[in-house]
């Protein structure tokens, strides 16, 4: 599944091109020719515009303009979100033949940082669904196994990375929708703190709940992409370290949670494969345990998210319904039974439980817990052992959604021949402790 991305790092890709080794052109082309149309990872490419950015690029690196780590790096952005003069479809027949007009922030903050934008990538209808497989496109494929789930709703994105289509791209993440590929496809998916990525020119799901974050092959990648985002291009660290990437089968070392900033807690989980349960804990094996109300947390999750789903399809999901793929239109008439007290009775729920999860983070630095409790299904099953698949794939990314806290998904080894994820959870504004974090596993 190698193309010509997989192994490669943005620091190693960012020294070829001031190297002169590599130019944007090149790299351009070699993501271009890595597109497998069978993954169904993109839904429309801008060549032209593409080659415009890299020839850009180019030039301005030639002249010693230096914009940062992402110059000249090809990039995906996800189908809810908007690039100016591509169609922004969203997986539905609602918005079939619209195209954008502007940008959306994120991406305006991509070419400052001198990305070159390749194309959109596929999403569950309306990014509302973890399993990727539910779009007027049709189903995302996973890498690792062509017949199962690459996860949702960032499921292009998750795929085009883990393909080794491109090195880095933008996703969204309401209940876990960049960390859910992230884990599914065996890469790494980051989600910072609310907020902290700008959501301007980006279709909401639910406003109280939306991130953009990124899918990159590692934690590391994902640091310089976030800083990228959210603050000045980085011209030094960013560009040392390893020229490539660890094997993608490599399994993360344990964290040692003696270390400086280092305080580990193990997050419990309820209801999950028991492989993939071990798996995970097995990178953590002095961390104490803990517990946190996981299920009452998601139970706010879905009140608030529906309530605020259904307002942003009321009129679609009246006017013309026969547009929705039928399980995301099943989806909205549940949520439009919403009650108005239990949404308001889920805000007021929520501001307990972050201060319950507040406390334990005075205790410890990071949370650890599995990002998913199963591997990747079969693309078009609906549920398993632990129950539906759309529930269940939101487990445990969604609680962090809901206290707004950053959450990053690295990869941690396969279960059962499939790729699962290590979740990291920390503080808002302490994004620098998982990135930390995430190093440890990797190097220890």
Same mark, same amino acid.
């Given at each position: 599944?190698?193309?010509?991305?997989?192994g490669r790092t943005l620091a190693g890709i960012a020294r070829g091109l001031r190297s002169g080794d590599e130019s944007p052109a090149g790299l351009l082309a070699g993501a271009l020719e890595s597109v497998d149309p069978d993954l169904n990872a993109f839904v429309t490419l801008d060549p032209e515009g593409a080659e415009a950015a890299a020839r850009r690029a180019g030039e301005e690196l030639a002249a010693g303009f230096d914009r940062g780590p992402l110059h000249g790096v090809?990039?995906?952005?996800?189908?809810?979100?908007?690039?100016?003069?591509?169609?922004?479809?969203?997986?539905?027949?609602?918005?079939?033949? $619209?195209?954008?007009?502007?940008?959306?922030?994120?991406?305006?903050?991509?070419?400052?940082?001198?990305?070159?934008?390749?194309?959109?990538?596929?999403? $569950?209808?309306?990014?509302?669904?973890?399993?990727?497989?539910?779009?007027?496109?049709?189903?995302?494929?996973?890498?690792?196994?062509?017949?199962?789930?690459?996860?949702?709703?960032?499921?292009?994105?998750?795929?085009?990375?883990?393909?080794?289509?491109?090195?880095?791209?933008?996703?969204?993440?309401?209940?876990?929708?960049?960390?859910?590929?992230?884990?599914?496809?065996?890469?790494?998916?980051?989600?910072?703190?609310?907020?902290?990525?700008?959501?301007?020119?980006?279709?909401?799901?639910?406003?109280?709940?939306? $991130?953009?974050?990124?899918?990159?092959?590692?934690?590391?990648?994902?640091?310089?992409?976030?800083?990228?985002?959210?603050?000045?291009?980085?011209?030094?660290?960013?560009?040392?370290?390893?020229?490539?990437?660890?094997?993608?089968?490599?399994?993360?070392?344990?964290?040692?949670?003696?270390?400086?900033?280092?305080?580990?807690?193990?997050?419990?989980?309820?209801?999950?494969?028991?492989?993939?349960?071990?798996?995970?804990?097995?990178?953590?094996?002095?961390?104490?345990?803990?517990?946190?109300?996981?299920?009452?947390?998601?139970?706010?999750?879905?009140?608030?998210?529906?309530?605020?789903?259904?307002?942003?399809?009321?009129?679609?999901?009246?006017?013309?319904?026969?547009?929705?793929?039928?399980?995301?239109?099943?989806?909205?008439?549940?949520?439009?039974?919403?009650?108005?007290?239990?949404?308001?009775?889920?805000?007021?729920?929520?501001?307990?439980?972050?201060?319950?999860?507040?406390?334990?983070?005075?205790?410890?630095?990071?949370?650890?817990?599995?990002?998913?409790?199963?591997?990747?299904?079969?693309?078009?099953?609906?549920?398993?052992?632990?129950?539906? $698949?759309?529930?269940?794939?939101?487990?445990?990314?969604?609680?962090?959604?809901? !206290?707004?806290?950053?959450?990053?998904?690295?990869?941690?080894?396969?279960?059962?021949? !499939?790729?699962?994820?290590?979740? !990291?959870?920390?503080?808002?504004?302490?994004?620098?402790?998982?990135?930390?974090?995430?190093?440890?596993?990797?190097?220890?």
């Open positions: 599944m190698g193309g010509f991305f997989t090809p990039v995906a952005v996800k189908d809810i979100i908007d690039v100016a003069g591509l169609p922004t479809g969203m997986g539905s027949a609602h918005f079939d033949g $619209h195209v954008a007009e502007a940008d959306a922030l994120c991406v305006t903050m991509l070419r400052d940082a001198g990305a070159v934008i390749v194309g959109k990538t596929g999403t $569950h209808e309306f990014a509302y669904g973890g399993t990727g497989d539910v779009s007027v496109n049709g189903p995302v494929r996973n890498p690792h196994d062509r017949e199962r789930m690459p996860g949702g709703s960032s499921s292009g994105s998750g795929a085009a990375v883990a393909a080794g289509m491109v090195p880095l791209a933008l996703g969204t993440d309401t209940g876990g929708s960049v960390r859910i590929p992230a884990a599914f496809c065996g890469i790494a998916g980051f989600k910072p703190s609310y907020g902290a990525i700008p959501a301007g020119g980006v279709f909401p799901l639910a406003v109280s709940f939306d $991130h953009v974050g990124v899918l990159a092959a590692s934690a590391a990648d994902c640091r310089v992409a976030y800083r990228a985002l959210t603050g000045p291009a980085l011209t030094g660290p960013a560009l040392t370290g390893p020229a490539e990437a660890a094997p993608a089968e490599a399994v993360p070392a344990p964290v040692d949670e003696g270390a400086p900033h280092g305080r580990v807690a193990w997050i419990e989980p309820l209801e999950i494969d028991p492989d993939v349960e071990r798996a995970v804990r097995a990178l953590f094996p002095d961390a104490p345990s803990e517990r946190i109300d996981l299920p009452g947390i998601r139970a706010v999750f879905r009140a608030v998210q529906d309530a605020e789903a259904y307002d942003v399809h009321a009129e679609r999901v009246a006017e013309a319904p026969g547009l929705f793929q039928p399980p995301t239109l099943e989806r909205l008439e549940r949520a439009g039974r919403t009650p108005a007290w239990r949404y308001l009775r889920a805000l007021r729920e929520r501001e307990r439980y972050a201060a319950e999860v507040a406390g334990l983070l005075d205790r410890y630095d990071i949370l650890a817990l599995p990002t998913l409790p199963i591997t990747a299904p079969r693309i078009g099953e609906t549920a398993g052992p632990l129950g539906p $698949h759309v529930p269940a794939v939101v487990s445990l990314t969604c609680p962090w959604n809901v !206290l707004g806290l950053p959450a990053l998904s690295v990869p941690a080894g396969t279960v059962h021949g !499939l790729p699962v994820g290590a979740q !990291l959870v920390t503080r808002r504004g302490a994004e620098s402790l998982l990135f930390a974090a995430a190093e440890r596993l990797a190097t220890a």
